[in-house]
């Protein structure tokens, strides 16, 4: 994979940002969908909802903003290896939103 300056990641994440929200905001129903795609898309965002009474508060609308950014400006500079452990690291918090441990989403 090429390597992009950090600059370049940051925006393709701030691009990815509105419309992975749109599509979490669409599953999540006006609280009565399945919040298959806010699992999907936004785990560690969704997981924090443990710490925060079952509910989504500011605190998980921050990291669900600042995730795709983030990720597009750590992975961008490093190429595959950065993909590989950003990848990685969003399966597993996948698999933790999808274990039942958020049984009440």
Same mark, same amino acid.
């Given at each position: 994979?090429?390597?992009?300056?950090?600059? +370049? %990641?940051?925006?393709? =994440?701030?691009?990815?940002?509105?419309? $992975? #929200?749109?599509?979490?905001?669409?599953? +999540? %129903?006006?609280?009565? =969908?399945?919040?298959?795609?806010?699992? $999907? #898309?936004?785990p560690v965002p969704m997981l924090v909802t443990l710490l925060t009474d079952k509910t989504v508060t500011g605190l998980s609308v921050g990291l669900a903003l600042a995730?795709?950014?983030?990720?597009?400006?750590?992975?961008?500079?490093?190429?595959?290896?950065?993909?590989?452990?950003i990848g990685l690291a969003h399966l597993v918090a996948v698999a933790a939103a999808f274990s039942g441990l958020l049984d009440y989403y």
């Open positions: 994979m090429p390597k992009f300056s950090w600059r +370049a %990641g940051l925006i393709f =994440g701030l691009c990815a940002t509105p419309v $992975a #929200l749109l599509l979490a905001l669409f599953s +999540a %129903g006006s609280g009565h =969908g399945d919040w298959v795609l806010a699992r $999907a #898309l936004y995730q795709f950014p983030a990720y597009g400006a750590f992975v961008a500079p490093g190429g595959s290896i950065r993909w590989l452990a």
